[in-house]
């Protein structure tokens, strides 16, 4: 029982609800009296009762008359009923069942039976309402997933899938807004691709391009690199953003050389079909503008800064096989790797040279 079970008893004999009253206002329930069928359904309509103990013969409407009525509407097809009977308790406990009664007190009234039937009901009612509260919950639990399913579909529209993933996982788009990263930016470009395309068939363009993606970016995701775009045989992938790294530097060199590797064997099938094309990596590290730029219907989560402009200069010049790195990233990495000084090179769009490395391998296992 709880302080706002309110139990409504309807009967047309003033002696039956002075007893009745009696018998549940001593137990600490809330009574509301009805002296007809009618009054009683005109009170349930302004306010719904815990419980309606009901009598069945009364002049208009009988018990069973306003059972049925409770039962047809949707806001009181769940009220608790207990029909009183009178003289005939079988007939017209059957009759009872049929109108939608949920439980029988067969005049006179034992005190003792009421009370249990009262709780016995009252323990189905906080269960219903206990199931309730959970399948709303439930819905609402539901229909947060199916919206952040929804948001994180219309996020890979126009962006990398593991962007638009960490947006919804944190709870909106603020991650998206531009800011300052260390980052380090790995580009690498086919050499020779502009001639095949020329001399080869558009069905074999597509498909060379289909199995390089998924070897490429296989490996980028594995190593927490973000493609940040593609630009025809060319990719361009950032690590550190929006994934944070702490070795950043280590990890796209590490993805750099199984780059080279898993290329090696694409390349042997491709020159089996009388295809020639190589592969050329350049790296750089250092602080970038990140996060979505665009507008309504059409947004890139993208890096600007001469980290990529860099990575791309050194892309370019790398030779089939080579990786070329800027020094910054050597000696991020603290001489665990296998790398030969090309000397300094002039690049276009920065006023000092640059010292370059080619990366040949790893000299220690690297964590």
Known sequence: MTETDTIMVVDDEP??????????????????????GE??????????????????????????DVCQRLRA???????????????????????????????????????????????????????????????????????????EMRRLEQLKNFLPARVAEMAVQE???????????????LVLDMRGFTAFTEAAEPEDVIQVLAEYYASMGEIVERF???????????????FNAPINLDKHEQQAVLAALELQSAY????????????DLGLGIGLSSGHATIGALGFSGRWQYTAIGTVINLAARLCSDAAHGEI????????????????????????????????????????????
Do not use: C
């Open 15 to 36: 002696g039956n609800i002075r007893l009745l009253g009696e018998i549940l206002v001593a137990e600490g329930y809330q009574v509301i009296v009805a002296r007809s």
């Open 39 to 64: 009054e009683a359904l005109a009170r349930i309509e302004n306010s719904l009762p815990t419980v309606l103990l009901l009598d069945v013969v009364m002049p208009g409407l009988s018990g069973y």
């Open 73 to 147: 509407d949707p806001k009181t097809a769940g009220l608790p009923i207990i029909l009183v009977t009178g003289a005939r308790p079988e007939e017209e406990r059957v009759r009872g069942l049929d109108a939608g009664a949920d439980e029988f007190l067969t005049k006179p009234v034992n005190r003792e039976e009421l009370l249990a039937r009262l709780r016995s009901l009252l323990r189905v009612q906080q269960l219903h309402r206990q199931i309730a509260e959970w399948n709303e919950k439930l819905e609402e639990r539901v229909q947060q997933q199916m919206n």
């Open 171 to 185: 709870g909106g788009e603020s991650m998206l807004e531009p800011r300052r990263q260390m980052i380090t930016s």
């Open 224 to 238: 927490g690199g973000t493609v940040d775009r593609f630009a025809g045989d060319g990719m361009v992938v950032l």
């Open 264 to 275: 090696a064997e694409l390349r042997s099938k491709w020159l089996s079909r009388g295809f």
């Open 324 to 367: 070329l790195a800027a020094e910054w990233v050597i000696k991020a990495l603290d001489e665990q790797i296998d790398s030969e000084a090309q000397g300094e090179r002039s690049i276009r769009g920065l006023k000092q040279p640059v010292v370059v490395h080619r990366i040949r391998g790893l000299l220690a296992e690297t964590n």
